[in-house]
């Protein structure tokens, strides 16, 4: 492309139609966003190649790694400003918010926390025995929030988007998320109005692994297994401690007691968490996979590449605007670029 090129006293150098044709530095406002787009995909050094097969035209590795940072920063200055709330608040179906961290290989930093907002349409209802043969709904909307710092930020930076989607004092949000402490202080501090529900496969899990610990063969592990998971599905903390109870009174003087009471103390900072039939029986939903599948096919498999490491100024605006480029907001990005 040829343009004519002068120079001003006041300005230095400059194209006049540059701001016109939508043109900043070396590319178009449409090549930003292929570059972009992948970038966030694909190594820099892997999406110089795929521009070149799908578009025939070669962007060096080093333009694209400096122009997804730069789209990637523009996206998360924008934040306060973007259009997306009012659809947000008007689409249907009730709020969960899910909150969950990710492994980043940043200097000096590991995690990279996510918190993922959506509204989802009741589904089926279900009993305790199709509780997870269900498929729910896909979400009318979402949005999230990605960074790399400590929680307290972090916090702040959830409670802003919160405000700003008028989630804060919604009188029906539901916050779900693993058994990780930070998560329910940030949920009490930022949602204090929201109730919490402990994602179910982490509870399950940690079931699994106290029965394996209490020793045996599989079979009779899948048999210890069972009635913990009937009664926690069926009747919440009451069903799980009368059964909890039972597993004590029947344990043979042989057999350790610490898996138990691993499992007694790690139910116990949950006391409120675990109604499921509550949920399920209405088709809603009682696990916090929507944001941990996020986490491992948007953030670990961009992000965790083998030799790769990340500036923390970096690492999170990247990280957000993958997780934004699969929602209903992504058109809103480029055309406000």
């Keep these: 492309m040829h343009r004519p090129y002068l120079w001003d006293p006041a300005q230095g150098g400059l194209f006049p139609a540059d701001e016109l044709l939508g043109v900043d530095g070396l590319l178009t406002r449409h090549a930003r966003r292929l570059v972009t787009l992948a970038g966030i995909d694909h190594s820099f050094a892997r999406a110089q190649q795929v521009r070149a097969e799908f578009c025939g035209w070669e962007v060096d590795d080093d333009v694209i790694r400096q122009t997804t940072h730069a789209e990637a920063r523009r996206v998360a200055d924008q934040r306060p400003e973007r259009n997306d709330a009012m659809p947000f608040e008007k689409a249907d179906g009730e709020i969960?918010?899910?909150?969950?961290?990710?492994?980043?290989?940043?200097?000096?930093?590991?995690?990279?926390?996510?918190?993922?907002?959506?509204?989802?349409?009741?589904?089926?209802?279900?009993?305790?025995?199709?509780?997870?043969?269900?498929?729910?709904?896909?979400?009318?909307?979402?949005?999230?929030?990605?960074?790399?710092?400590?929680?307290?930020?972090?916090?702040?930076?959830?409670?802003?988007?919160?405000?700003?989607?008028?989630?804060?004092?919604?009188?029906?949000?539901?916050?779900?998320?693993?058994?990780?402490?930070?998560?329910?202080?940030?949920?009490?501090?930022?949602?204090?109005?929201?109730?919490?529900?402990?994602?179910?496969?982490?509870?399950?899990?940690?079931?699994?692994?106290?029965?394996?610990?209490?020793?045996?063969?599989?079979?009779?592990?899948?048999?210890?297994?069972?009635?913990?998971?009937?009664?926690?599905?069926?009747?919440?903390?009451?069903?799980?401690?009368?059964?909890?109870?039972?597993?004590?009174?029947?344990?043979?003087?042989?057999?350790?007691?610490?898996?138990?009471?691993?499992?007694?103390?790690?139910?116990?900072?949950?006391?409120?968490?675990?109604?499921?039939?509550?949920?399920f029986a209405p088709g809603r939903s009682i696990g916090s996979g929507a944001v941990e599948g996020g986490i491992k096919q948007l953030l670990n498999l961009r992000m965790k590449r083998t030799g790769a490491r990340w500036r923390v100024e970096h690492a999170g605006p990247l990280v957000k605007l993958r997780f934004i480029n699969q929602t209903n907001a992504q058109q809103l990005l480029w055309n406000a670029a």
């Design 96 to 279: 969960d918010v899910l909150i969950d961290a990710g492994k980043v290989h940043a200097h000096g930093v590991a995690g990279c926390e996510v918190r993922l907002f959506l509204k989802r349409k009741p589904g089926s209802g279900a009993t305790p025995d199709e509780w997870d043969q269900r498929d729910l709904p896909s979400p009318t909307v979402r949005a999230v929030v990605a960074a790399i710092e400590e929680a307290e930020h972090f916090g702040h930076r959830l409670r802003r988007e919160s405000d700003r989607l008028n989630v804060t004092t919604h009188p029906s949000v539901t916050v779900l998320g693993d058994g990780a402490e930070w998560i329910w202080n940030l949920a009490s501090d930022h949602l204090p109005q929201a109730a919490g529900v402990l994602d179910i496969y982490h509870l399950l899990e940690h079931g699994g692994r106290a029965m394996k610990g209490m020793g045996g063969s599989e079979e009779v592990i899948r048999t210890r297994c069972a009635p913990a998971r009937r009664a926690v599905l069926r009747e919440g903390k009451s069903g799980f401690e009368r059964w909890l109870g039972g597993a004590f009174a029947e344990l043979s003087t042989a057999t350790s007691m610490e898996p138990l009471l691993d499992l007694a103390a790690y139910a116990a900072k949950h006391p409120t968490r675990s109604g499921y039939a509550e949920r």
